[in-house]
């Protein structure tokens, strides 16, 4: 049965190993329980000539014995999957970032160099890739059964997952979280070529923008520039060199300016607001949607410290 | 005492004698109140979760609250419960007539906090507080203080809603006195509803500082 | 075989034949049979969206049925059949039929609010059938905002009140049961002296007026949400959708274990007496059941593995998934245990009651497969969750139910049902059961999502076979429908204890007398006090 799903991530063979052993050892305790019962229904059945002298009385022992067994099966199995648990849960550094708005009822994918294409996943063999994925609209869910890895899309923050591609093929993208009247029909196809088939692939998407020179027309566009810039009278906090330090903030707490809190900032200005500035930035809600955001983002991201100055 | 007995005319259900069914009353309402301390939790719970992430806006909120109003209301309700406690004491010595008096009190004391909790629903709604389509407050922080004035109207609303059933088991209890239910031995009810009386008084005490006291240390 | 006896002449049915005295009556056995009515009616509506759904999976494109219909018929199902079927199925059936007679009681604490949680239960039952009349909604029964909230076109507001109403019948009957094992037991009835069955119900109603309240706020929020859009739930108005799935699984995870602790108390009371035998291991059961109740409050979060948790929330939650299952299986293992040196026969009841043991066992173990984390990542939300949840409640609490239903017929009724086609139906649903939900596992671990009308041509045949599994098991949940009908014009009449059984309610005539005992019971030293012949002592 397991032919079926094919074991096309790094992990996917580990998972099917934790997955084998506990049918294992599920097996072993329900074989053990059928046994039991059959056993006992035909041997102690009403009329059967098999003795009935000597019915335990105390049950302590045997009752401590089968809790502690069952105990530590169960802290084995607990043990096994934290550990590759916490494999699956940390993406490795220097992975390839692929960004994903998922919206009923369609996946929008979108690469750094701003190759777009939707209900489908181009990635290359062999690396480490990491999806970060936004909703548009509603839950969504993000899995592909061959990578075994799934990651629910959640309206108002960014999500993430990782994966290692191991085998070249087309595997099935799913949406896994309902989300509306074609949630079944969310599906997609997740492409995995080789090197340089992939990198083929991407230079015959055609010519456009990269992620982040459309994030930062859109940041002329919408006039971000008029605060943040830099002859603005506004007193707007600096942009350059900001993805990524610790940002204090006027509440007297302190916030990592990761990709939900510049999104935040863009949409719920008032949630972060940096220690000496007034809440004076509009929001932009209803403006900007998810991939726009998801530039912008890829933007500021690029925008490097000023010299001489200290971030 | 599982014979079945002649079933006199005061047991009000499969209890062997009136002290079963006290007890069995009492432990009854323990029980109920346990429920609705999970009830209110709930949406205290989901109050400490948006005051976590937005405390400016909350504190903000809690600003444009009725301070004055809501601490009057509050001494208003313990005092309210002084007199339910007082109630209790005396039909316990079998003051039938005091009791009445000061479940009259209770209850006088309640319809106060109604009619003053009216008075600041009534400001909070001209000043455009009410959440959903007549909110008019604007400003960075609108989202959140809608979401905290979202919250307090429905906390102190089902408060309210507690409050007034409350009343009305006062006013009942009142009119059975008058029919002679209640001795020194038998009160049953009378505890039942004190009870019930202090619960909703102590959710009230803390909905206060969480509504009422956020935000005015600034 | 003991010779047809005369029904007593005056028993709690032939009291009073008026309407009146039936939906006024403050007897707890009476509200058990209208209850009974009543969840036999939703089960059989909840079934029918099920037998819907289970034709149109016959085929990968989803004919005859479009999606928006789909995804309102299995929500339909899932809401009819969680809070209108398995949560009050058996403690407000056979819990409050039993209950009063086990501990020697005449009745349960407060019997007027008993018919009140009746009345209740019914007015939210008729919100509910109401929104489901006029187009139903599609959000599936676990309304995830903001979806639910702002998004889906359906009667939510009318399905949720219904269900709010509901829920406070839940919590009236919870409250009744608990303060009747503490108040009403009968001289000599020492905690250690009840039935399993009532240390189970007891648990049941604990987690019944604790989690329940939550429930009805978390609905109370989502309805005013979706009234006055101010962004509870709502992310773009700074909402969190998560506070909703934490709030909703607070209670819903806690209200499984509202549907199975009873069923475990009834297979508790049927494997001693159709073993001949003591239970192995009382003091264990009764705390198990008590454990569940309590560790079931702490493990919801494995609901929400993949919504974004931190990964020491996900290993915390794992942790307590692992252990909240311990209990189950020192039941299970005692269970067992009594099955040894026993003197065992094979009628319907403990056909049932060994079906419930092989299933749940499965279903349970199918459990640990779900706190492990790496492997809930890949099976969550697909038919490996269906199968899982179906194996516990279907092949757990609904066997569980026929059990009881089997073993207490006699009490309840006063007639026997027709034995051989009782064991023959309860081998039809074993089978069809399992051929019905196993296939799904498997469909889970290849990737089918669950709540999809639409899938993957790949997945055809093992639904196909889920769906033949479906025809059989309908068939066979008719069946006991006609047999049982038959027996209470044409069985055979029973006497006040045709299984030999211990406990204070076979004490007393079949059926019962109003105030269910014509004298005093004997309350024994022990419980389960049963000699099995053949041993030495004992």
């Known amino acids: ?311 | 005492m599982a014979e079945p007995r002649v079933v006199t005319k005061e047991l009000a259900g499969p209890y062997a004698d009136l002290h079963h069914q006290k007890q069995t009353a009492n432990l009854g309402v323990w029980a109920f109140l346990s429920t609705e301390v999970l009830f209110f939790s709930a949406l205290l719970t989901a109050y400490s979760v948006y005051r976590f992430l937005y405390p400016q806006g909350f504190a903000e909120a809690g600003r444009h609250t009725e301070v004055l109003l809501g601490s009057i209301n509050t001494g208003v309700l313990l005092t309210s419960s002084l007199f339910m406690a007082l109630a209790v004491h005396a039909i316990e010595t079998g003051a039938r007539r005091l009791m009445m008096l000061f479940l009259l009190i209770t209850a006088l004391l309640g319809l106060a906090f109604l009619g003053i909790k009216g008075i600041e629903y009534s400001k909070e709604i001209g000043e455009g507080l009410l959440p959903g389509a007549f909110f008019t407050y604007s400003g960075p922080y609108a989202h959140t203080v809608e979401i905290f004035f979202f919250i307090y109207f429905l906390a102190t609303g089902i408060h309210a809603l507690h409050l007034s059933i409350g009343i009305g088991a006062l006013f009942f209890l009142i009119w059975r006195t008058r029919r002679g239910s209640f001795t020194a031995e038998y009160h049953a009810a009378v505890e039942g509803v004190g009870l019930y009386w202090h619960f909703v008084d102590a959710v009230w005490v803390f909905i206060y500082p969480l509504i009422y006291l956020v935000g005015r240390n600034t | ?538």
């Open chain 1, 1 to 311: 049965m397991f032919n079926l799903l094919p074991q096309a991530g790094s992990l996917a063979h580990e998972v099917d190993n934790l997955f084998i052993g506990e049918l294992i050892i599920a097996g072993l305790m329900l074989g053990l329980v059928f046994a039991l019962l059959l056993v006992y229904c035909i041997k102690y059945r009403s009329g059967s000539g098999a003795s009935r002298a000597n019915q335990e009385e105390k049950s302590w022992v045997i009752e401590i014995g089968w809790t502690t067994a069952t105990l530590v099966a169960f802290i084995a199995l607990f043990f096994w999957g934290a550990d590759l648990y916490a494999r699956l849960y940390e993406a490795p550094p220097n992975t390839l970032d692929i960004f994903v708005v998922g919206k009923q009822w369609m996946w929008k994918v979108q690469h750094p160099d701003g190759q777009a294409e939707i209900d489908a996943l181009h990635v290359p063999v062999d690396r480490d890739i990491r999806v970060i994925m936004a909703s548009q609209d509603v839950i969504h869910s993000f899995y592909i059964p061959a990578f075994r890895i799934k990651r629910d899309v959640v309206p108002g923050r960014y999500e993430s997952l990782w994966f290692h591609p191991t085998e070249i093929g087309t595997y099935a993208l799913e949406c896994a979280e309902f989300c509306g009247t074609d949630h079944a029909r969310m599906t997609g196809d997740v492409v995995v070529m080789s090197q340089p088939d992939y990198e083929h692939w991407l230079a015959a998407q055609g010519p456009g923008d990269s992620l982040a020179a459309s994030g930062e027309k859109l940041f002329r566009s919408l006039g971000c520039g008029g605060c943040h810039g830099q002859g603005s009278n506004v007193h707007a906090p600096d942009l350059a060199g900001l993805y990524g330090k610790n940002v204090a903030l006027a509440d007297g707490g302190f916030a990592r300016a990761d990709n939900d809190f510049i999104r935040d900032a863009i949409l719920l200005p008032q949630k972060h607001v940096p220690a000496g500035y007034l809440p004076a930035m509009p929001s932009f809600a209803g403006q900007v949607d998810e991939s726009q955001i998801l530039a912008l983002i890829a933007y500021i991201k690029s925008l490097d410290a000023p010299r001489g100055k200290t971030p």
């Open chain 3, 1 to 538: 075989m003991s010779p047809t006896r005369r029904a007593p002449r005056k028993n709690y049915l032939t009291e009073d034949f008026t309407l009146r005295s039936w939906f006024f009556t403050t007897d707890h056995k009476r509200i058990a049979l209208l209850y009974f009515a009543s969840i036999t009616m939703f089960f059989f509506i909840g079934g029918a969206a099920a037998a819907v759904i289970r034709y149109v999976l016959i085929h990968p494109d989803g004919a005859p049925v479009s999606a928006e219909i789909y995804n309102r018929l299995f929500t339909m199902h899932g809401i009819v059949m969680v809070w209108f079927f398995l949560v009050p199925a058996i403690p407000t059936t056979f819990g409050n039929f039993l209950l009063p007679m086990m501990i020697g009681a005449r009745d349960v604490a407060f019997p007027k609010l008993n018919l009140l949680s009746w009345y209740l239960f019914i007015i939210g039952g008729g919100f509910v059938l109401y929104a489901l009349f006029v187009g139903g909604l599609d959000t599936g029964w676990t309304f995830y905002a903001p979806y639910s909230s702002a998004y889906s076109s359906g009667h939510l507001i009318t399905a949720v009140t219904g269900i709010f109403i509901a829920g406070f019948s839940s919590i009236l009957t919870g409250l009744n049961f608990i303060i009747t094992i503490h108040r009403l037991r009968a001289p000599g009835m020492g905690w250690y002296n009840l039935p399993l069955f009532c240390w189970s119900l007891y648990s049941t109603s604990v987690i019944l007026i604790i989690a329940t309240p939550v429930l009805a706020m978390t609905l109370l929020l989502l309805a005013a949400e979706r009234l006055v859009h101010v962004g509870i739930f709502d992310p773009t108005l700074g909402g969190d959708p998560l506070l909703f799935q934490h709030l909703f699984w607070f209670y819903s995870h806690p209200a499984v274990y509202i549907m199975i602790l009873p069923g475990m108390g009834v297979v508790s009371e049927i494997i001693p007496c159709f073993s001949r035998k003591e239970i192995f291991g009382y003091k264990f059961i009764a705390w198990a059941s008590v454990s569940i109740a309590v560790v079931g409050f702490l493990v919801w979060g494995h609901h929400m593995f993949v919504s974004g948790m931190s990964m020491y929330a996900g290993l915390m939650f794992s942790f307590l998934s692992f252990a909240v299952a311990v209990p189950s299986a020192i039941k299970v293992f005692n269970w067992t245990a009594t099955l040894h040196k026993g003197s065992i026969t094979f009628d319907a009841p403990m056909l049932y009651a060994l079906g419930f043991i092989g299933l749940f066992t499965l279903g349970g173990l199918t459990g640990l497969f779900l706190a492990t984390l790496p492997v809930d990542v890949h099976v969550t939300q697909t038919y490996f969750i269906v199968a899982h949840f179906h194996y516990i409640m279907v092949g757990g609490m609904v066997t569980a139910f026929f059990a009881a239903l089997h073993f207490w017929w006699p009490k309840i009724t006063g007639r026997m049902y027709p034995e051989m086609w009782a064991r023959f139906a309860a081998v039809l649903i074993f089978c069809g059961f399992n051929l019905t939900f196993f296939p799904q596992f498997i469909l889970g671990y290849e990737g089918m999502p669950r709540r999809y009308h639409v899938y993957a041509e790949q997945y055809q045949m093992l639904n196909v076979f889920s769906s033949g599994g479906a025809g059989v098991l309908a068939v066979a949940y008719v069946l006991p429908l006609l047999y049982l009908g038959w027996s209470l014009i044409w069985g055979r009449r029973a006497g006040p204890n045709p299984w030999q059984a211990t406990g204070l309610e076979w004490q007393t005539p079949s059926p019962p007398p109003k105030d269910n005992f014509t004298r005093p019971p004997k309350v024994p030293k022990k419980p389960y006090a049963y000699v099995t012949p053949g041993a030495e002592h004992g």
